[in-house]
């Protein structure tokens, strides 16, 4: 079989850490990201949450003309979005996602989860709901992104990287099976 067949146009790769440098799964993926870049060209594109807002971050740099149009679209979708470079090797697309927004939205995102995976939520601890709406907005930014492009003649990946991002991959699968879902832990 054809490899190329294989390779997929665009991949989107969701982490708590992308643009966050708070564990060993950042050096994982910021890495080979290099490699990624050089082979998917811009095609790689990186969700992570947006903790830095207003405010400076060493690890990400805004560029407010990638994707600019869709950036509007997203606004308009009560995506709050930033796009830019990620500061590692290769400097691949970043989009940061604020999260926040989604806690107002909360128990109905779990009743989601629930009629349809039977994930309980009700017996969650610690910081279950901040990863929870932060892994379903990031499926929201891919969602609007892959609809805005027009990607469905594409081969797209969605690759959720650990727990953290979990309800996101369950989300497009369910939403949107024409993306083809990966989950990685790294335990």
């Known amino acids: 079989m054809d490899k190329k067949l294989l390779f997929p ?12 440098k708070v564990g060993g799964i950042y050096t ?23 903790f830095w807002q207003d405010h400076e971050s060493l690890y990400f740099k805004e560029d407010k003309s990638l994707f600019a149009e869709w950036q509007w679209k997203a606004k308009e979708q009560q995506l709050n979005v930033r796009v830019g470079r990620w500061t590692v090797p290769g400097e691949p697309i970043a989009i940061l996602v604020d999260f926040k927004p989604f806690f107002e939205q909360k128990n109905d995102i779990y009743t989601w989860l629930w ?15 901040e990863a929870s709406m932060f892994s379903y907005a990031a499926a929201k930014v891919v969602e609007s992104f892959y609809s805005h492009f ?13 727990w953290m991002c979990g309800l996101g991959a ?8 024409q993306i083809a879902t990966v989950f990685t832990t790294h335990a």
Not at 170 to 177: N, S, W
Request: aromatic share 14%; charged share 30%.
């Open 9 to 20: 146009d665009y991949i989107f790769e969701s982490s708590w850490e992308v643009c966050n």
């Open 28 to 50: 994982v993926l910021s890495t080979r990201a290099k490699t990624l870049q050089e082979k998917l060209r811009d095609r790689m594109i990186f969700v992570g949450p947006d």
């Open 115 to 129: 009629e349809n995976y039977q994930v309980d939520s009700l017996h969650a601890y610690g910081d279950y709901d």
């Open 150 to 162: 027009e990607l469905q003649d594409k081969k797209v990946v969605y690759h959720a990287n650990e």
């Open 170 to 177: 369950l989300y497009l699968y369910k939403m949107v099976p």
